[in-house]
């Protein structure tokens, strides 16, 4: 799938090396960007791409956002608030899945929290942690998926 789309060059794609996709993630996620992993059925549901996505143009933010339409998968993470915070409202503001609230104290919706980690970065007093969430799916473990594809399976 990755090779007809760079082919045809549509939608900008590119093959790139480990070095420049983890520079890209990197950026991106300085941006405030939610790293997306896509698999799909017509790749013989394998992983094909990935996506660097903010809340005012992403389709299936919005959509999660909007309908909590299942477009998206959790990462298997949610925000913690630790008691540095200051209460900045930075969180709230920068949260693409609106999970943070200042109504008193600074609180997550765990249900609404995709785990993106994005108000943790934005958090200068380092008020927020990311932890595992057994209620969710667990995160994508793309060295078991790389390692598979390198031995032959699918």
């Known amino acids: 799938m990755a090779s007809f789309i760079v082919e045809h060059g549509l939608m900008n794609a590119e093959f790139v090396t480990s070095e420049k996709a983890v520079q890209v993630l990197r950026e991106e996620h300085e941006r405030g960007h939610v790293h997306g ?29 909007r309908f909590k339409t299942p477009i998206i998968a959790s990462a298997g993470y949610v925000a913690r608030i630790n008691e540095e915070c200051t209460s900045c409202g930075e969180c709230e503001d920068i949260c693409p899945f609106g999970a943070i609230s200042l109504e008193g104290p600074a609180a997550v919706d765990e249900e609404v929290c995709m785990g993106c980690g994005v108000c943790e970065s934005a958090c200068e007093f380092s008020a927020i942690e990311l932890e595992l969430d057994p209620s969710k799916s667990g995160p994508l473990d793309i060295k078991r998926l790389v390692k598979e594809q390198s031995e032959g399976k699918q």
């Open 37 to 65: 992993a896509y698999f799909k059925d017509i790749a013989g549901d394998r992983f094909f791409a990935i996506c660097n996505c903010c809340s005012c143009c992403c389709f299936g933010i919005q959509a999660w956002n």
